[in-house]
C-alpha cells in the first residue's frame, strides 16, 4: 500500500488582484455564490446564496482583545487576491482514496482607517458542496507579538428559523444525545446537570458544531471549523429570537480565549450546503481546508479491527482496578482475546486497566501523578502478551488514561511511547476522564487543543497511531497528521451498558451520520450480540437490532473498528461472519439514501479489493429502503450475503431476530430491505469468479 499522500494533479491561477467595495466569490459550479463588503459603520460583512435563495443574510466578523481596541468597525478594503484552484490528493486511508479539492477563492485584506490603521485578513474559500472563511492576523506595525483574544465575533445570520439537529456547547464533553428541534426552540442549558456527564460545562445557550440543519426549502446546511490549531474550539451562541448563531470560543480561567503572536490565522469556519442530505457525508470540504501530510508515511498503521478487554468492565464483569479483585487486565485474559481475534480475521487486541493508578481516578480530585504508563499490575505480564500476540499475528493496541491529567502524560509520553516501540505497537487509545486539572482549563480550550497536538506529533515520532476518546473535536488535522486516526467525542456505545436515561435511543446514529460523523472518523465501538446485556445489566440494553449492530461497520466510518462483546456471544454465532469479512479502509464511500434523524444507507467498496459492503439502518420506525446495486461495476455478478431484521425483530421486543439470505446481483439488480423498527441491514458483496 502506497502511504504517501502523493498529489495527483494540481492547478493554481492567480486570476485577479487589486480593489474593491464588493467582493463576490463563486462556487466553481456557479450554485453558490458569497458576497463580502463593508457597512455602513465599516464592519466585514458577508452573505451567501445557493442556487439562488438565501443561506446566510448580512453576517459580520470581528475580535475583541485584552491590549488593543476591538477590530470591529471602520474598515476599508484595501486589497483582494482572487485565486481559483483544483487538485486530487490521495489518502494513505480513509473513506474514499482519491479526493478531489476544487475552489475559488478570495484573500480580502481590510484596513482599518485612521487613527489604529490596523490590518485583518479574510480569506474565503467557496467550494461545490460549501464555503469556508478564515480570519489572518498579517505582520504589522500597530498590532504586534502576543495578542490576547477574549471574543471572537464571526456571525452565521441564517434566512430562517430552521429545523436543527444540535448538541449543547459543552466546553467538556460532546457525550450528548442529540435534539431536534426549530432554531428558535433551542434550550443547551437544561444539559447542564446531566447525569451520567459529571464534568459538563455549559456557559450559555449554545451549540456543539458539527450542527446540521434543513432548511424550509430543503436544502442541508452544517456548521462546523477545520484545522483547529493553537487556538480555542468554536461554540455557537443562539439568539433565539434572530435566527441568529455567533462563534463562542471555549474559554480558560482567567477568561480569555487565545493567545497568539502575530501573524496567525484562526481555524477555518465551514458551512456546507447540500441538496441531498447524504451529500453532507460525501462532502471532502473539511478535509481539503487541512493542510497536506506533514509527518510523511504512515504506511506502519494498517486500518485495524480490533477486539479487547474492555466491554467486561463496561457491563460490569471486570474492573481496571486490581484492588476489587474482578481485574480484567490478566496475562490469562489477554491471552483468551488474542486467541480469538486470531480465529476471526480480527487484526489487533486492546488491553485496558494494564497500568498502575486505576485505585486512584474517577471521583478523585487530585489525579495528577497517579497513572503510570510503563509500568504494568503485577498480574499483566505485557511482554508475554505481545510475544504471544505476535505468534499468532495479533497486534496489541495499549491504552494510555490520563483522567484528564495532562501535565501528568506529557511528563510521560517519551518513556510510554518509547516502550511501545520496543514492544512494536504501533497504536494507542488514549482517554481523558474527568474534569481537566489544572482547574479552569476544559477539554476544548486552545490550552488541551495544544496538548492533543502534543501528542499526536509526538506519538508520529514513534510511529504511533492515536485513538483518542473525549478528545478535542476533529476538525480534519488527519490530512496533516494521519496518525491521528480515530476518535470517540460522542455518546458512545459504552452508554448503553450504564447511562440511567435509557442508553442511545434508535434514532442516535441515523443524527450521528449526519452531524458528528462530518467532522472525521468514530470509534463507537458498534457489533454488541448480546443486546439485551443479560444478565449482567438488567436495566440496561442496547435500543437497536442485531442485523442495526452489523451495519454500523459500514455506515460509522472508521479506520479502527471495535469488536466489542464478549467472545462467548460471537463464538458459534453465524453473523459474526460479517464481521470477519468487512473491510476497515476504503476505496470509495457512496451515500445510497439517508434522511437526518430517520435513516441511512451507505455502499462502501474495500480499497485494494474487489468486494463492496452496504449497511443500512433506520430510527424507530420500520420502513422498506429501495436498494439500487448500479454502483457495482457493469457486467459482473456478485455473491450478495444479506443480514436482515428477521421477520419479528423489533430493537426493543425481539432484537436478536436476524436472517441471512444470499443472492447473486448485479448492476442492474434493484432490492427492497425491510428494516425493523431500530433496525437495520448488512450486505457483503464478493465477485463472483
Ligand atoms: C472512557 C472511554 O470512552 C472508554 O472507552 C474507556 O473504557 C474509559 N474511558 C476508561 O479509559
Ligand atoms: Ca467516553
New binding site residues.
Partial sequence: MKNMIIMLTAAAFLWSCGKSNVVTVHSPDKNITVTISTNDSGAITYFVQAIGKSVILPSQIGFEFKEHAPLKENFEIKEVRKLRYSQEWEQPWGEDRLVKNEYNEAAITFLEKSPNQRLLRVVFRVFNDGLAFRSEFPKQPNMKGEITILHEHTEFQLAGDHQVWWQPGDWDIY?HLYNTTKLSEINALKYQNHSNLAQTYIPGNAVNTPVTMKTADGLYLSFHEANLSNYAGMTLKVDTKNNLLTSDLVGRADGAKVTRKIPFPTPWRTIQIAKRAGDLIESKMILNLNEPNVVGDVSWFKPTKYTGI?WD??IGTKS?DMASGRHGATTQYAKEMIDFAAENNIDAVLV??WNTGWEH?IGFEDREGVFDFITPYPDYDLEKVVAYGKSKNVDLIM?H?T?AAPRTYEAQLDTAFSLMKRLGIHAV?T???GKIIPKGEYHHGQWMVNHYRKVTETAAKYQIAVNI??PIKDTGIRRSYPNEITR?GLR?Q?FNAWASDGGNPPEHLPIVAFTRMLAGPI?Y?PGIFNIKLKPYKPDNQVNTTLAHQLALYVVIYSPMQMVPDLPKYYRGHPAIQFIRDVAVDWEKSLVLDGEIGDYVMIARQERNGQRWFVGAITDENERELKLDFSFLPKGADYQAIFYLDGPDAHWNHNPTNYEIREYTVNSSTKHTLKLAAGGGAAISLIKAE
Avoid: I, L, Q, R
Fill in positions: 457525550e474492555w468492565m463496561h481496571w485496558e486497566g481516578w491504552h488514561e483522567s487509545k482517554g481523558y476522564v476518546h473525549e470517540e458512545g459504552e470509534d465501538t
